[in-house]
């Protein structure tokens, strides 16, 4: 603790980096994205990570967001300033309300959780990992989680990139405060300070922290209002303070997107939410949901929450139809559609019937092959409402993977099978927001013994493209054709004998159908010296669109082979402007494209021809 004219300041410590190397952001373009806002990935860290410490199986886990706002007290001043004045050293930006006296602050609880555990001399443990090791996780991988990154939301929640956290341990009992402000490295003399500042007393050990000890916490609590850990049935779990959060950050928000992304989790009463003291449980959650429905970003949720509650619900409490396992090499359900079953589940999707499936796979680990399974609900779209589409993972929406054309069946995934939602969860992005391949990802499983056949994610694949595969599946084959369709374009000759009945005089044939309007090009592509840039076409009207570029070294054929030993796009210069990136192998995938779109990617050898398709295509349904 520092002091000055009787006013209190807790430590923040802006460490030096010696020779070790830096590397600054935030990763704000995984999450906080165009269709997926921060608000919903802020929601979804705080809802997994919660979730994944949940202590009693038998109770829910209680995730509480409140927010408060009030005439600066010393207590809240002494656990911010020293941050603040590392903030202004390092010429961040400056928070207005601070100068102005104001406190506000969002503080995240959860209860019947574990804690952060970890041995707090413990550079690798769970407490220190948390706090200091970016990219790194403890988590085996049967948990939500695993990546190590996504603790980063709590920091672009913050308008002062600063979070501070307590914990109160179920393991051992034990409290702890740690605090962590997003700063910049800079030159200290001859010292380079580090990225980030940490709320403690001193460094232990060149290694991690000597924190505070629990009479500050005492005060910690009463400064940003912990109530919730005031009730001792409540003796364990994390409470994280948001000084300054966004304002678009709400209590109407969190619960739509908790709504919108965790429904199975609170439905099946495993999840509770608080939310400014609204209570969304399996209980309330129809009538929250019609309170926030406008908060909802899913348009198809959005536009009909009650049925989206209702499809989650026939998935957790019905008897599903079982179909046959899928097989093959590259795992297929063409086994089930010559079943006499299916077809009475046809009649019924025709009918506008919901069914409910379980749909059986294999899965190899170790060499040893077993059977996991999933269930799924589809149900014909209303009338004049976009299609339902999503696939949870043990009660959290992976939204991103769905249907391409949804057409109009609604269909929800849920994955309830321990071991296949461990696999699955190998398979997520970064956002944990999709199912990818990748060489990152086949290494994770390739070294906890996924393999199968050609691939350690044929698996993986197969859930990925269910949303498209059941509903082709789930759509009756037409046997025969409609003669008539072609009418007004051939001249269909009688079957009958003998000569027409007529005037005796020819008619002209009529006038041939006007040709096509030519196609407008979606993008312009321009030649730099070392790359290109591909631009919107201004004659182009109907946005947003999506656009895959495959960039390869020309070799003389018409589909030119890539070697990442030719270059690696993550490590090319590149620059995009209205729209969204992703980057896998030697192709680059646009979504939300915009009239203002614009991709420029330099740095490729100048000796070399350089190879590009552009394949346009409309964006997905949003679900």
């Given at each position: ?593 915009g009239p203002e779109t614009e991709i420029r990617i330099t740095g490729f050898d100048t000796k070399r021809e ?14």
């Amino acid at each position: 603790m520092t002091g000055e004219a009787g006013k209190q300041k807790w430590n923040w410590i802006w460490p030096s980096v010696g020779a070790t190397p830096v590397n600054h952001g935030l990763d704000p373009e995984i999450f906080d994205r165009t269709d997926c806002p921060y608000t919903e990935t802020f929601v979804r860290e705080a809802i997994q990570n919660s979730l994944d410490a949940r202590r009693d199986e038998n109770s829910p886990v209680v995730v509480r967001f409140s927010f408060h706002e009030e005439n600066m007290s010393a207590r809240q001043e002494a656990f911010l300033a020293e941050a603040m004045e590392h903030r202004a050293r390092a010429e961040r930006p400056v928070i207005e309300e601070w100068g102005q006296g104001v406190a506000r602050w969002l503080v995240v609880e959860d209860f019947n959780a574990k804690g952060l555990a970890g041995a707090l001399d413990d550079r690798m443990g769970d407490f220190w990992n948390y706090w200091l090791n970016f990219g790194i996780s403890n988590k085996d991988g049967t948990q939500r989680g695993g990546r190590g990154i996504g603790r980063v939301t709590f920091l672009i929640a913050s308008q002062m990139q600063t979070v501070i956290g307590y914990t109160r341990r179920q393991v051992d009992g034990l409290t702890a405060a740690c605090g962590m402000c997003v700063l910049k490295p800079m030159m200290d003399g001859q010292r380079l300070l580090s990225t980030h500042a940490y709320m403690a007393k001193e460094i232990l050990n060149d290694c991690v922290y000597d924190l505070h000890q629990p009479p500050v916490h005492e005060q910690l609590v009463s400064a940003f209002k912990l109530e919730g850990y005031q009730n001792p049935e409540r003796d364990s779990g994390l409470a994280l303070i948001i000084p300054y959060p966004h304002t678009e950050l709400t209590a109407e928000g969190i619960l739509a997107s908790s709504i919108d992304h965790f429904a199975p989790a609170i439905m099946s009463g495993s999840l509770v939410i608080e939310a400014d003291g609204e209570r969304l449980d399996a209980d309330t959650i129809s009538a929250v949901a019609a309170k926030v429905t406008k908060n909802i970003r899913s348009e198809a949720v959005r536009s009909d929450v009650a049925r989206y509650l209702s499809l989650i619900q026939l998935g957790l409490n019905s008897t599903p139809v079982r179909l046959p396992a899928a097989e093959g090499a590259d795992l297929t359900l063409e086994g089930a559609r010559s079943t006499e079953i299916l077809q009475k589940i046809q009649t019924r999707v025709l009918n506008e019937d919901p069914v409910v499936l379980e749909i059986p796979m294999p899965l190899v680990q170790h060499d040893k092959a077993q059977e996991v399974t999933l269930t799924a609900v589809a149900q014909r779209t209303p009338a004049n409402k976009p299609p339902i589409d999503r696939l949870f993972r043990e009660g959290m929406a992976l939204p991103d993977t769905r249907a391409k054309s949804p057409g109009d069946l609604d269909m929800i995934l849920l994955v309830h099978d321990g071991d296949l939602a461990t696999y699955l969860n190998l398979c997520e992005g970064k956002a944990h927001l999709d199912l990818q391949d990748n060489k990152e990802i086949r290494a994770k499983l390739v070294e906890r013994g996924y393999l199968s056949g050609r691939t350690p994610y044929r698996t993986m694949r197969f859930v990925r493209s269910l949303p498209t595969t059941l509903r082709q599946l789930l759509t009756p084959e037409t046997d025969e054709p409609d003669a008539s369709v072609f009418d007004s374009f051939f001249s269909i000759p009688s079957d009958k004998p003998g000569k027409s009945t007529g005037d005796g005089k020819d008619k002209p044939p009529p006038p041939p159908p006007p040709p096509p309007e030519p196609r407008i090009r979606v993008f312009n592509v321009t030649q730099l010296k070392d790359g290109l840039a591909v631009t919107a076409n201004p004659e182009f009207k109907d946005w947003p669109v999506s656009v895959t570029i495959g960039l390869a070294y020309a070799d003389g054929s018409r589909k030119p082979s890539w070697s990442e030993y030719d270059f690696r796009l993550e490590d090319m210069p590149m620059e995009h402007a209205n729209c969204d990136i992703m980057i896998a192998a030697n192709k680059i995938k646009a979504t939300d494209c915009g009239p203002e779109t614009e991709i420029r990617i330099t740095g490729f050898d100048t000796k070399r021809e350089l190879d590009a398709t552009i394949r346009p295509t409309k964006n997905a349904q949003k679900n």
